[in-house]
């Protein structure tokens, strides 16, 4: 008994791990290295706070399926049913959609540009010129492309997706090896634990991308809508140990990338941050079959990103436009109407007096459900892979587009947050258990801090030549921050809801 409770906890594990194998993928192993070799280990708190949003967010889009019976995108489609709508989808589902598949699409490129970027690791691959590097890094591109579209056109993801997750662990390995052979200073990785900003250099990114890049390539916002998918029949508990455990070990994956990357910081490097001068810096302590290894394990890595981000904005645009189907739905429905009725009861001598009865049968027809055509969800999937083989294709500068996918992604997810927290509260999809006051107040913590840090992002790049002084754009994003959840409360329910979450927790 107690052996196949181990075997039911153990497979539970394994299963959310699919959560931690939709994080770790090239954008991650990009991110991480280049904040580590940009700022060494300066930004790991930035790390750890992405991992606490990202159980939390998960944790929170888990608790909603489970007592509701319905995903996000469901909810989402519910509570704005009688709100302005296009093609019988309230404007929201539009805007939520628009943003998953935007967002997504961009982290399609990133994959694709991770994709070369682990061919172009294998030794020798690097050295290539002109029409070879032309025709290795396109042909790359179209052979990514076809696995692709093949594997999600008939359904084959599944088994290819345990092999690539095996193939992922030999690299996660390998980066514990290159991190005990480089050795490693304790009280700087303590110290690092410590939010800071530091200062930015000739050659590295502004710091605050790196930050918004490092919470985006954490908590991906489409995994609120995939983690609500997976948690359909399952029980709250033990898929709060499940997302617990997919989140720790993809914080230990993402800083073991960091402190490699730190490492090649402290060589004193002065040229710009590439995958390819971090897999030279590895060879010195694994050799060339442990280069070989990190290229294949990164190789993997970018295959199953592949495959989960166009099939997340797919299933989360299906969620959104498609009309939940109910039990009663599919049978004719028969009442009995009549003044020698009025209480529709169907009793057996009403039945044997036809000459009496002034009864009327309506049959009330059922009607399909909406549902989003397979055409169009086959076409998100194939406007996404063309977009992305098109642009590395075209030899876009692919760590600048890993950025700009992590940082666009990462200002998209307070909006998915704050429609997470507004579904948690409302009482007509949380009645049998509403969210707790604790609960709330680690949600709203989180996603004030996500505003916060997207607020930076935003204000850095439009203002940055006039708010020259951090200090002030730091001020001017807690204010957006504060004031944007302000605004929130005030004009739906939330104020209220939170309000009464935190009065019951009180008391």
């Known amino acids: 008994m107690m052996q196949s409770g181990i075997v039911k906890e153990l497979a539970s594990m394994l299963y959310w791990t699919m959560l931690a194998a939709c994080t770790v993928g090239p954008g991650t192993v990009v991110t991480c290295a280049r904040a580590g070799a940009e ?14 949003l990202a159980y939390t967010l998960q944790e929170g889009t888990a608790r909603l399926t489970i007592v509701s019976g319905k ?43 991770g994709g070369i970027d682990a061919v172009m690791s294998i030794p020798g691959a690097s050295n290539l010129t002109g029409s070879a590097a032309v025709g290795l890094r396109v042909g790359c591109c179209i052979a990514y492309a076809v696995v692709v579209l093949a594997l999600l056109y008939w359904d084959k993801t599944d088994t290819l997706g345990v092999f690539l997750g095996f ?21 700087k990785f303590g ?29 991906i916002g489409f995994n609120l809508f995939l983690g609500g998918a997976m948690a359909k029949g399952k029980e709250l508990v033990s898929a709060q140990r499940g997302i617990a455990f997919s989140t720790v070990s993809a914080l230990m994956v993402s800083v073991l990338i960091m402190i490699v990357g730190s490492g090649y910081h402290q060589e004193g490097s002065s040229a710009k941050f590439t995958i390819t001068q971090l897999a030279v ?10 280069v070989v290894v990190f290229a294949i394990g990164f190789i993997a890595a970018a295959l199953s990103s592949m495959l989960t981000v166009p099939l997340g904005a797919a299933l989360t645009a299906d969620s959104v436009f498609s009309e939940e189907r109910e039990e009663e739905e599919g049978k004719a429905k028969v009442e009995k109407i009549g003044t020698d009725n009025p209480n529709f009861e169907d009793d057996d001598m009403n039945q044997k007096k036809p000459e009496k009865s002034t009864k009327v049968d309506l049959e009330i027809e059922s009607t399909e459900p909406q549902k989003l055509p397979r055409f169009a969800y086959l076409g998100i999937i194939f406007i996404m892979v063309l977009i992305s083989t098109i642009v590395i294709s075209a030899n876009a500068d692919r760590t600048l587009v890993i950025l700009i996918a992590q940082v666009f992604n990462g200002c998209l997810l307070p909006f998915f947050s704050i429609c997470l927290l507004l579904c948690l509260n409302d009482l007509q999809f949380m009645s049998s258990s509403p969210q707790p006051g604790w609960a709330n107040l680690f949600l709203l913590a989180s996603v004030t801090i996500t505003l916060f840090l997207a607020s930076n992002v935003i204000i850095q790049k439009v203002l940055g030549s006039v708010l020259t002084g951090v200090s002030v754009r730091l001020g001017l994003a807690v204010g957006c921050a504060a004031g ?24």
């Open 167 to 187: 193939v992922m662990m030999a690299m996660v390995i390998l980066f514990l090896i290159v991190v005990a052979l480089m050795g490693m200073d304790w009280e």
């Open 71 to 113: 995903s996000l995108g469901q909810c989402l489609r519910i509570k704005y049913q009688h709100t302005t709508k296009v093609y019988n989808t309230a404007i929201l589902c539009w805007v939520v959609a628009g943003s998953v598949i935007l967002g997504n699409t961009l982290y399609e490129c990133n994959n694709w540009a």
């Open 281 to 290: 810096f590895i060879e010195q302590f694994v050799g060339q079959s442990g």
């Open 484 to 507: 944007g959840m302000a605004v929130i409360c005030f004009v739906t329910s939330l104020g209220r809801d939170l309000l009464r979450s935190f009065k019951r927790f009180c008391a």
């Open 39 to 52: 700022f060494d280990l300066k930004l790991t708190w930035a790390l750890l706070f992405a991992s606490a």
């Open 191 to 219: 110290w690092s634990l410590l939010p800071n900003l530091p200062e930015k250099t000739d050659k590295s990114a502004e710091p605050a991308d790196i930050i918004i890049s490092l919470v985006g390539t954490t908590s």
